[in-house]
């Protein structure tokens, strides 16, 4: 293990989905939009049939995750799903919380909420450029998800110790919205990130994803 998966004064996202997966159902049934949400699910998630885990995978479109989990509900005649979605993804497609409300959908969403853009920020922040478009402090913000969820009639929560989670995540029932607040700065390991050379991006070797022996 990194460093990159301990805990802050923020509860790490790793852990959060490592303490999560002893809620998840036999019949779990988990969309993810992209980033912190889908990068964790995937790496610590173990699922056992008939548990599914959706994702665009390798396409990495942001936004997907709220429309896929509400074709993956009624693809299980309005069953339940648990999406997990970054709070820059969850701006994307807001307006399909109404869609899960008036069909009464019992949608499961986590909003990874790391303040802003986290894979441009570390991208930024790999080529060493300066900061733009990413957070509230270089000109982009996001509201506050429970009050956007409560005006939708969907029941909203916060997630931001470990207290917070045992209180909250063993008891979801959807449709319901959980606004978890990680580190803005935790990073993402094994990930391979671009290297420059003569100030052109160049993809390591693949080796390079976790330290060669």
Same mark, same amino acid.
């Given at each position: 293990?990194?460093?990159?998966?301990?805990?802050?004064?923020?509860?790490?996202?790793?852990?959060?989905?490592?303490?999560?997966?002893?809620?998840?159902?036999?019949?779990?049934?988990?969309?993810?939009?992209?980033?912190?949400?889908?990068?964790?699910?995937?790496?610590?998630?173990?699922?056992?049939?008939?548990?599914?885990?959706?994702?665009?995978? @390798?396409?990495?479109?942001?936004?997907?995750?709220?429309?896929?989990?509400?074709?993956?509900?009624?693809?299980?005649?309005?069953?339940?799903?648990?999406?997990?979605?970054?709070?820059?993804?969850?701006?994307?497609?807001?307006?399909?919380?109404?869609?899960?409300?008036?069909?009464?959908?019992?949608?499961?969403?986590?909003?990874?909420?790391?303040?802003?853009?986290?894979?441009?920020?570390?991208?930024?922040?790999?080529?060493?450029?300066?900061?733009?478009?990413?957070?509230?402090?270089?000109?982009?913000?996001?509201?506050?998800?429970?009050?956007?969820?409560?005006?939708? @009639?969907?029941?909203?929560?916060?997630?931001?110790?470990?207290?917070?989670?045992?209180?909250?995540?063993?008891?979801?029932? @959807?449709?319901?919205?959980?606004?978890?607040?990680?580190?803005?700065?935790?990073?993402?390991?094994?990930?391979?990130?671009?290297?420059?050379?003569? @100030?052109?991006?160049?993809?390591?070797?693949?080796?390079?994803?976790?330290?060669?022996?």
């Amino acid at each position: 293990e990194s460093p990159a998966h301990d805990d802050t004064t923020y509860i790490n996202s790793y852990r959060f989905m490592e303490r999560l997966q002893a809620y998840l159902k036999p019949d779990q049934v988990i969309v993810t939009d992209m980033g912190a949400a889908h990068i964790c699910a995937a790496q610590v998630l173990r699922l056992k049939p008939p548990q599914r885990f959706i994702s665009s995978g @390798g396409l990495g479109e942001m936004g997907c995750g709220l429309p896929m989990a509400i074709g993956a509900s009624f693809a299980r005649g309005k069953g339940e799903v648990l999406c997990l979605v970054g709070d820059g993804g969850a701006m994307m497609n807001l307006q399909e919380l109404q869609t899960i409300i008036h069909h009464q959908l019992p949608i499961k969403i986590i909003v990874f909420n790391n303040g802003g853009y986290g894979m441009i920020r570390h991208t930024q922040n790999n080529a060493g450029m300066q900061l733009s478009g990413i957070d509230e402090r270089t000109g982009v913000s996001f509201p506050d998800f429970r009050r956007v969820a409560t005006a939708f @009639g969907i029941t909203a929560s916060e997630v931001r110790s470990w207290d917070d989670f045992e209180r909250i995540i063993p008891h979801m029932t @959807g449709p319901c919205l959980v606004d978890y607040i990680m580190d803005p700065d935790q990073l993402f390991v094994p990930k391979l990130d671009a290297i420059y050379v003569d @100030g052109k991006p160049t993809s390591p070797r693949f080796c390079d994803m976790t330290p060669c022996v």
